[in-house]
């Protein structure tokens, strides 16, 4: 890892990183970095190269200009698990939870906890369901039942379990691909108060959001991007809401719009 004069540590690097599909360039010059104990927003339209940000951090595509640095290491994952295995975990926006199936098994879903030896192997049911309650507590979610499916819950409370659930099998960046974009104000408040938790406990957090309201609260550096281009990284002291809003809705373009649909 390295450490700055500030005593600020960065998991992730990003050095003037880019990505081309054939000739359609995705993503060029983006230069960013991921920090214990902050949140980087990563704000943008659609078709702003938000989701191949996402993908080269997890480990889905790999970046062919450029950096990515991993503590310090100059880093090009081959794919997720290698990605997952040096402790960047994603939330993507479908959860990758199975609705019907109770609140504890989601949470264990492909790290299932297991108890006996050979033939006599069996899930260690009362574990995992003792476990998925008291780390939902330690994230400060008190939900009603483990056993009740994960279908039933609302739209924060699954993305406040599937935060919990890469907070404790050991992420140390913790990726969330638009968590707040479905929600109404309620629930994007619930998920926001547990980013904030996560980025307390030490996590670097980054935030990939099209709504600068929703990213303010809780970020540290904001990170904007157009058609695949970096339009710039500013921290919180630096930049207000009102002008990361400016800068988000396009700026001297939406202005030039607002006066031709003004009435004459």
Not at 63 to 76: N, Q
Not at 121 to 143: F, H, K, N, P, Q
Not at 213 to 222: E, K, S, T, W
Not at 234 to 261: Q, V, W
Request: neutral net charge; proline residues 3%.
């Amino acid at each position: 890892m390295r450490d700055d004069t500030a005593g600020r540590t960065a998991f992730i690097e990003a050095r003037d990183c880019g990505k081309s599909y054939g000739q359609v360039v995705a993503l060029q010059g983006v230069t960013t970095e991921v920090v214990a104990g902050e949140v980087t927003c990563v704000l943008g339209d659609n078709g702003a190269g938000k989701s191949t940000f996402i993908k080269i951090l997890s480990g889905v595509h790999q970046h062919d200009r450029g950096e990515l640095l991993v503590d310090g290491v100059p880093t090009r994952f081959t794919g997720p698990r290698e990605a997952l295995a040096a402790g960047i975990a994603t939330v993507h926006q479908d959860l990758a939870m199975v609705p019907l199936m109770p609140i504890w098994r989601n949470f264990f879903l492909g790290s299932e906890l297991t108890k006996g030896r050979g033939p006599l192997r069996r899930l260690d049911v009362s574990a995992m369901r003792a476990t998925t309650r008291a780390e939902l507590l330690r994230m400060g979610i008190d939900l009603r039942d483990v056993d009740q499916p994960v279908g039933t819950l609302s739209g924060g409370e699954r993305q406040s379990v599937a935060i919990a659930r890469a907070v404790y099998l050991g992420a140390r960046v913790l990726i969330l691909d638009e968590p707040t974009a479905a929600l109404g104000v309620k629930q994007a408040g619930v998920v926001l108060r547990y980013v904030a938790k996560a980025r307390d406990r030490g996590l670097g957090v980054v935030f990939i959001t099209h709504n600068p309201h929703h990213a303010y609260p809780v970020g540290d550096r904001f990170m904007l991007l157009k058609r695949g281009e970096s339009l710039g990284e500013y921290a919180k002291a630096d930049i207000a809401l009102d002008e990361l809003t400016r800068l988000m809705a396009g700026g001297s373009e939406l202005e030039e719009l607002s006066h031709e649909l003004g009435r004459r």
